[in-house]
């Protein structure tokens, strides 16, 4: 068929940006003893000092990242170009990096998990696998 839709490593990209920005938005929204219930890893981890970056929520920045980065993935799924391909590049990157940090921090240094962020961050290794198996080099 010539109408169906081939599926492609952006739209792998997509859902997994999806992913983050959703577990984001109710990790902004959510209070988290709601969330995770009292006395939790995730009630830890989100208390810990590491749970903000210059005074803000981690999460928000992860609200920012994961929009800006579904942009972009909807526009190269529209039309591609190079430049789009390399914020998308540059982003999963960036991200499974900080994705290593943050799980270092939650099993080494604050010794508690948050089911929450072990989602975004294993998202985040996942399009790093993809994008490491589908790199072309030209």
Do not use: M
């Amino acid at each position: 068929k010539k109408d169906s839709i081939k599926l492609n490593k952006y739209h792998l990209f997509l859902i997994i940006s999806l992913i983050g920005l959703v577990v984001s938005l109710i990790l902004a929204s959510t209070p988290i003893q709601t969330l995770c219930g009292i006395e939790s890893g995730c009630e830890k981890v989100q208390d810990s000092k590491y749970s903000y970056f210059l005074g803000i929520k981690n999460s928000y920045y992860g609200i920012i990242g994961f929009s800006i980065l579904t942009l972009v993935l909807l526009s190269q799924l529209n039309k591609k170009n190079k430049l789009k391909e390399k914020i998308i590049s540059t982003g999963i990157i960036i991200g499974a990096l900080i994705a290593v940090y943050l799980i270092y921090l939650q099993a080494f240094v604050i010794k508690s998990y948050c089911k929450y962020c072990l989602i975004i961050d294993i998202s985040l290794l996942l399009g790093l696998l993809l994008l490491i198996l589908t790199w072309k080099t030209k």
